[in-house]
């Protein structure tokens, strides 16, 4: 299935990750902002495709926390409070604009 295929009626993609994937339980995901929702996704498995999809309705967020943490290959850390905790590390450059593009919905 397509990530379309996961949107909701009368959701429209705001922003999404690009080429630069975010970690969330030891796992590579897109993410994906709508106007709704945060969305983690990514299709697994080279011959036999798998969709991995996790969502958080914006309208559920209660705060969204940066950090960084490294020296040298410095890693950028988001939290996002919800119904319950999502995790997400990557490169910091690319995280930091992650948390920017999240607080323009909340």
Same mark, same amino acid.
Request: aromatic share 8%; net charge positive.
């Given at each position: 299935?397509?990530?379309? @295929?996961?949107?909701?009626? *009368? /959701?429209? $993609?705001?922003?999404? %990750?690009g /080429?630069?994937? +975010?970690?969330?339980?030891?796992? @590579?995901?897109?993410?994906?902002?709508?106007?709704?929702?945060?969305?983690l996704?990514? %299709?697994?498995?080279?011959?036999?495709?798998? @969709? @991995? +999809?996790?969502?958080?309705?914006?309208?559920e967020?209660q705060?969204?926390?940066?950090?960084?943490?490294?020296? $040298?290959l410095?890693? *950028?850390?988001i /939290?996002i =409070?919800?119904?319950?905790?999502?995790?997400? %590390?990557?490169?910091?450059? %690319?995280?930091?604009?992650?948390y920017q =593009? $999240?607080?323009?919905?909340?």
């Open positions: 299935m397509a990530l379309e @295929d996961f949107l909701m009626p *009368g /959701e429209e $993609i705001k922003y999404q %990750s /080429e630069s994937l +975010v970690k969330y339980g030891g796992k @590579d995901y897109k993410l994906i902002l709508t106007n709704k929702r945060i969305l996704y990514n %299709s697994r498995g080279l011959v036999v495709k798998k @969709d @991995d +999809v996790i969502t958080q309705k914006l309208e967020l705060g969204v926390k940066y950090k960084e943490k490294g020296l $040298i410095k890693e *950028g850390l /939290e =409070q919800g119904k319950t905790l999502i995790q997400l %590390s990557g490169h910091a450059a %690319s995280m930091k604009a992650l =593009q $999240i607080m323009q919905f909340i």
